[in-house]
Every structure is written in C-alpha cells, then in structure tokens.
C-alpha cells in the first residue's frame, strides 16, 4: 500500500487497548476504541512523555509524567498543561494487517 507502513496485527491492539509502533523511524500510538484504530504521535506535546505508558479512557489518553490530556481520534488537547495537539496518523486495516500512513 503506497505511502503507508505496516505496523501489525489488529489483534495486536485489543479493544481499549494501545500499543506504540514506530512509523518511518517515528513512536506512534495506536489505540482501539471499539475495534476502530487510530493513531497519534507518542511523544506527547507538552514535554515529549510517552504517551503509550499513559491511562486511555474512552477516547482520551493521559501522559504519565504531567497528566497532559489528549483526544485519540482527533489528537486535541483535553487537558493541559499542553497546549499544542498531537500530530495524528492516517490507519488502514486490510484483512487483519494494521498500516498507517507515513508523514
């Protein structure tokens, strides 16, 4: 699939789940809110903690080291103290193959 990597499995991400790849030498999150994926940077905004070692709850993610919060399906900041929104990362699943667009 042109311009897109493969990054896994979609059973590699449960449902609530989410696990960090990397895509073209970058960390990228990949949560799966109710068996849709989505993907954003894991390195978070405010000063670059990761993301994938933080809480998801529904579709909000917080960064365990100052609590930033973000939106998964759109990278917005929820909660500071960020205040710039995550880059976000386009996800195709094909059979059971997970690929996310490279930026």
Same mark, same amino acid.
């Given at each position: ?6 990054? +896994? ?6 449902? /609530? ?6 895509? #073209? +030498?970058?960390?990228?999150?990949? @949560?799966?809110?109710? +068996?849709?994926?989505? @993907?954003? #940077? ?6 670059? +903690? ?7 709850? /529904? ?5 365990? $080291? ?9 990278? @917005?900041?929820?909660? /500071?103290? #960020?205040? =710039? ?6 996800? =195709? ?5 997970? $690929?996310?667009?490279?930026?």
């Amino acid at each position: 699939m042109e311009g897109f990597e493969e990054v +896994g499995k979609i059973s590699d991400v449960p449902a /609530g789940a989410m696990k960090v790849v990397k895509v #073209a +030498g970058v960390d990228v999150m990949v @949560a799966n809110l109710d +068996g849709k994926l989505y @993907a954003i #940077a894991n390195k978070c905004t405010h000063v670059g +903690g990761p993301l994938g070692g933080g809480k998801l709850v /529904g579709s909000v993610v917080q960064c365990p $080291w100052h609590g930033s919060k973000f939106d998964v399906k759109t990278g @917005a900041v929820v909660a /500071g103290p #960020a205040q =710039k929104p995550e880059p976000t990362f386009q996800v =195709k699943v094909e059979g059971s193959t997970v $690929w996310i667009k490279k930026s």
